[in-house]
């Protein structure tokens, strides 16, 4: 069995094709699509967070909303910048989508990537220690949030408090008991997921991935899911983690399909620079008829590694264009993989 959800960038433009005009149209249809998907059998609704663009950005009013109209989906991100997160305030932010959810929440957090301005977290306050980076400084914030995720009081009681305390120190609330092993990193490299395995947190691979090896992507990503369950056994961590991978896969079953996506079916691994000293392999995008789509999909090393796949959806077109997506993976092309 696989777990297969949706992962929605939340864009919206004024441009004539886009049925996502607005902020309240992304958010709206977006909360729209995760109940399609629960609805259709899917297992999970996560969003990418962008700050200072047309997209999503604060992502856990969203969270709650879905967690409220939905029952049993899975309600994540995927990822949360933690350049720009103050962890103490996500702590009690985090803990209230996860209470209102029911403890569905799994939360996808990372190092950041190239974002729409100049250092944008510093406009949010943060900026690194002297001689340390912007990613040294994620790290930290990222460890600050899973130590208050345990739950331990660290804060000493006002002895003239507005309300009454509990013994001893105090911690952020409210606090939901289980969150703490649903928090995800967004990896690019394998030193980075055998980090992750160190820090117990689950292995959130995407659809592109530092080039180490110059294998196919879909290898190079396997091995890296490997990778981590190797740190993950040596660590020995007492539980068992998860791994997701992301995917852009578009059946091709009708005419409106094989216009928007009919030119990407002989696409194939691209390679650049994300950043000056990150070389990175992009992996392709599947669009074919089911048939075909069964076929290539049988090859992917990665998908077949990772117990969680994550299907990009082009948000734009519409909750009923994405709901049909989805309905056609979940129905026709998964269970003749096996994942259903």
């Known amino acids: 069995m696989k777990k297969i ?18 902020a309240s149209d992304a958010l709206l249809q977006s909360i729209d699509l995760a109940v399609a998907t629960e609805e259709l059998g899917g297992d999970g609704a996560y969003f990418r967070v962008h700050h200072f663009a047309r997209q999503l950005g604060s992502p856990f009013p ?14 994540g991100t995927g990822v949360i910048d933690m350049r720009y997160e103050n962890p103490m305030y996500m ?10 959810s029911g403890g569905r929440l799994e939360l ?6 190239p974002e729409q301005v100049i250092d944008g977290w510093r406009y949010f306050g943060y ?33 003239r408090p507005m309300f009454p305390n509990p013994p001893g120190l105090l911690r952020p609330e409210p606090h939901s008991p289980g969150l703490r092993r649903r928090i995800w990193w967004g990896a690019v490299s394998d030193a980075t997921a055998r980090w992750t395995a160190e820090k117990g947190m689950n292995l959130m691979s995407s659809t ?12 190079q990503q396997r091995k890296q899911i490997e990778a981590f369950h190797a740190a993950w056994q040596e660590a020995g961590h007492d539980w068992q983690p998860r791994t997701s991978v992301s995917r852009s896969i578009m059946p091709i079953t009708t005419d409106e399909d094989r216009m928007y996506f009919g030119h990407e079916g002989e696409s ?53 264009y994405n709901a049909r997506l989805m309905e056609t993976v979940l129905t026709q092309i998964a269970p003749a993989l096996g994942w259903r």
């Open 268 to 320: 194939s691994d691209q390679v650049g620079q994300i950043e000056q000293d990150l070389r990175a392999v992009f992996g392709r995008s599947y669009a074919a008829e089911p048939d075909k789509l069964i076929e290539q999909l049988a090859d992917d090393e990665g998908i077949a590694a990772a117990d969680t796949l994550l299907l990009t959806v082009p948000n734009q077109l519409g909750v009923d």
């Open 5 to 22: 959800g949706f992962l929605n960038f939340g864009h919206w433009s004024e441009t004539p094709y886009s049925k996502v005009r607005t």
């Open 62 to 75: 969203l969270l709650a909303a879905i967690g409220a109209r939905t029952k049993r989906i899975e309600i």
């Open 208 to 219: 592109l991935k530092a080039d180490e090896t110059g294998e196919p992507f879909h290898v």
């Open 127 to 159: 900026q690194p220690a002297e001689g340390e980076t912007a990613a040294d400084m994620a790290r930290q914030h990222a460890e600050v949030f899973l130590e208050v995720l345990s739950g331990k009081g660290f804060a000493r009681p006002n002895p």
């Open 108 to 113: 996808g957090i990372s190092r950041g990537s």
């Open 91 to 100: 702590a009690e932010d985090a803990g209230a989508a996860d209470l209102i």
